[in-house]
């Protein structure tokens, strides 16, 4: 049975790339107008995918160990997770806009961003969870 660190952690971190995700395309680019098929399609296939990241995301950090401090580990899962997305996204010309070579880099980097956010929201789920339960003994 899914603990309940992971279940908050996979929404967390799912919400919060959801909704950086919306901020950079919606608020800095303004180019979510420009999306080719219905909105509701859109924002509903949207929300899927970043309920499956934040799973996948959530689901390595739990068994995968590093090493690491517990929030960096989720931060470089995270930006190595958004590395493979961004890169399998341009690979099959998935994009808003037209792209010179600057938007290619900085939405790249952009992506690395939301998605080790997400990271670092898991680890810190976990790191007060753990800590959680060493007060409380659970």
Do not use: C
């Amino acid at each position: 049975m899914l603990k309940k660190r992971f279940i908050i952690s996979w929404f967390l971190s799912s919400i919060l790339m959801f909704g950086l995700g919306m901020f950079w395309h919606g608020v800095l680019l303004n180019d979510l107008k420009f999306i080719p098929s219905p909105h509701t399609l859109f924002y509903s296939l949207a929300v899927l995918a970043y309920i499956v990241i934040g799973f996948a995301l959530t689901f390595v950090f739990t068994y995968l160990s590093m090493g690491i401090g517990i929030k960096l580990k989720g931060s470089l899962m995270g930006v190595a997770l958004g590395f493979f997305i961004y890169l399998i996204a341009f690979v099959f010309g998935v994009s808003f806009k037209g792209a010179g070579t600057q938007h290619i880099v900085v939405d790249f980097l952009w992506q690395m961003i939301e998605q080790g956010a997400g990271g670092g929201a898991v680890g810190t789920v976990y790191m007060l969870a753990r800590r959680r339960d060493q007060v409380f003994g659970d």
